[in-house]
């Protein structure tokens, strides 16, 4: 079996918290709608006007503006003002901006105390919108895990990873998924890494989608499936998992959930040992074995098909 590590992405979010002062929530409307239409000025011009009104939404918005240069010069420092303001006043998409900024180090000095801080700041706000929450509470996990900012604790970077699942999060899913598979913070389950497995393969994660294919491919934690786990493995080779490409490759050559086809093996461990990562050696060996069993023409249709699907996910 194929090491797998877990997914630990940050995910992000946006618009939380109560705002001071006399807000006035059709601004923020507004500019919602000028956004989607386009009109970049009057969204401009909006979501100032709402700072004025003293909306800390607002405040946060505008630092995005400034942030990705999106109707105003670019600016990471008045970006961060504009956070930092937001945040101070009980923004949660403030505070959670400002957890990822200072782990990745994006504009600040990297600081994970300061990063794990922030982000317990806006998992702890009030009037948080449930899929923006899911995102401070999956990176916490992830901190937690690696030990950033604050004691390791798988436990807890379950915990956290669970919060964010039932939220929604496809990358928190993935996580436990794996959690549950190694029995990292709690007992092992097969079962349940399955259900999470699927849960953020379903909403599209292609390394959750390879994940899911093993599971389903090995019997663990369900009936074993040879077809369902070559669907699940070309979903994700599809998008570039090269796990999944040394295991579609391995299912054409052995002709497991598929018809077997060298052609069509060769081509996957093509994709999968260009990759590289953890599945480059065995997709290599591979392409070493059947080089000796296939014809000059059989190669060549082979590469063409690997190029044709390199540049369906490149």
Not at 139 to 151: D, E, K, P, Q, S
Not at 280 to 292: E, G, Q, V
């Amino acid at each position: 079996m194929i090491a797998r590590t877990p997914a630990l992405v940050f995910c992000l979010a946006v618009l939380a918290s109560a705002a001071a002062a006399v807000p006035r929530p059709d601004l923020l409307a507004a500019a919602k709608k000028a956004y989607i239409a386009g009109r970049v000025p009057d969204e401009v011009r909006l979501v100032k006007e709402a700072v004025a009104a003293g909306d800390h939404r607002a405040e946060f918005w505008l630092g995005v503006l400034y942030e990705r240069g999106h109707g105003v010069p670019q600016d990471q420092k008045e970006a961060l003002s504009w956070f930092f303001r937001a945040a101070n006043a009980g923004d949660a998409m403030a505070e959670g901006r400002l957890g990822f900024l200072f782990y990745t180090g994006r504009g600040v000095p990297q600081d994970y105390a300061r990063s794990f801080s922030w982000y317990m700041k806006s998992v702890e706000g009030k009037n948080v919108e449930k899929n923006r929450l899911a995102a401070s509470w999956c990176n916490l996990g992830n901190l937690y895990f690696w030990g950033r900012g604050t004691a390791k604790s798988p436990a807890k970077a379950r915990d956290c990873y669970r919060r964010a699942a039932d939220l929604g999060s496809a990358f928190a899913q993935n996580n436990l998924g794996y959690f549950f598979e190694h029995g990292i913070g709690g007992a092992r389950d097969y079962a349940q890494a399955v259900v999470w497995y699927r849960k953020a393969a379903e909403q599209g994660l292609a390394s959750a989608q390879s994940n899911v294919g093993v599971m389903v491919d090995e019997g663990r934690g369900t009936k074993s499936d040879a077809l369902a786990a070559a669907g699940w493995y070309r979903k994700a080779a599809r998008q570039g998992s090269a796990q999944a490409q040394y295991h579609l490759g391995r299912a054409y050559e052995l002709g497991r959930g598929v018809t077997k086809d060298l052609v069509q093996a060769y081509a996957w461990y093509s994709l999968a040992g260009a990759r590289g990562g953890k599945t480059a050696k065995d997709s290599n060996d591979s392409l070493t074995r059947l080089k000796t069993v296939l014809t000059p023409d059989q190669l060549a249709r082979a590469e063409a098909i690997a190029a044709q699907e390199g540049k369906n996910h490149d």
